[in-house]
């Protein structure tokens, strides 16, 4: 593997486990009823709401579960899983 692939390949992934880090994050600051004024509690909201917001229209929330973050999560995490699975095969295959 180009070692250029495997620095974007990492890179990624680092992105992809910041971002569920984010959403475990909101979902945790809102099942403890966490004050939302505060300046890194509303960087967190920013970061997440563009992938919430559209969610929310399909699952809702409960009033202390943030049901729509933690579907979030997993898919993500099914869709990265079977993405590096993927290209793990294409890779040992192409060999």
Same mark, same amino acid.
């Given at each position: 593997m180009q070692p250029t692939? @495997?620095?974007?390949?990492?890179l990624a992934g680092i992105v992809v486990s910041l971002f569920s880090l984010a959403l475990l994050l909101r979902f945790l600051l809102q099942l403890t009823q966490t004050n939302f004024f505060n300046p890194i509690v509303q960087t967190i909201v920013k970061i997440t709401n $563009?992938? %919430? /917001? $559209?969610? &929310? &229209? +399909? *699952? $809702? =929330?409960?009033?202390?579960l943030n049901i729509p973050a933690i579907t979030i999560v997993i898919l993500i995490k099914i869709l990265w +899983? /079977?993405?590096? %699975?993927? +290209? @793990? *095969? #294409? +890779?040992?295959? =192409? #060999?």
């Amino acid at each position: 593997m180009q070692p250029t692939t @495997e620095a974007i390949i990492y890179l990624a992934g680092i992105v992809v486990s910041l971002f569920s880090l984010a959403l475990l994050l909101r979902f945790l600051l809102q099942l403890t009823q966490t004050n939302f004024f505060n300046p890194i509690v509303q960087t967190i909201v920013k970061i997440t709401n $563009p992938v %919430l /917001q $559209p969610t &929310r &229209r +399909l *699952i $809702p =929330s409960t009033q202390y579960l943030n049901i729509p973050a933690i579907t979030i999560v997993i898919l993500i995490k099914i869709l990265w +899983l /079977q993405m590096s %699975l993927n +290209l @793990e *095969i #294409k +890779l040992y295959v =192409s #060999k």
